[in-house]
């Protein structure tokens, strides 16, 4: 089980809160995930992803952006 330090999940569950038409409970992880980190951006999830997963999900930095994650 994560600990209460795992905030990059925050990322996985407001897009995942998106994706299900949830929008307020997505900009809340959001939030709790700048809370966490304020120099999170898309940028920095995309240069921290494997280089597989960010040519074969681009729908996930997509759904950041939508989220409202900060772009650089």
Known sequence: ???PGVTW???DLATSYAN???PVEAEEL???L???DSGITVR???DSLPPMMSLNQ???IEDLRRVGAPAT
């Open 1 to 3: 089980m994560a600990g």
């Open 9 to 11: 999940a925050y990322r």
């Open 20 to 22: 299900a038409g949830r």
């Open 30 to 32: 959001l939030e709790a």
């Open 34 to 36: 700048l809370a966490h």
């Open 44 to 46: 920095r999830v995309i």
């Open 58 to 60: 681009p729908y996930f």
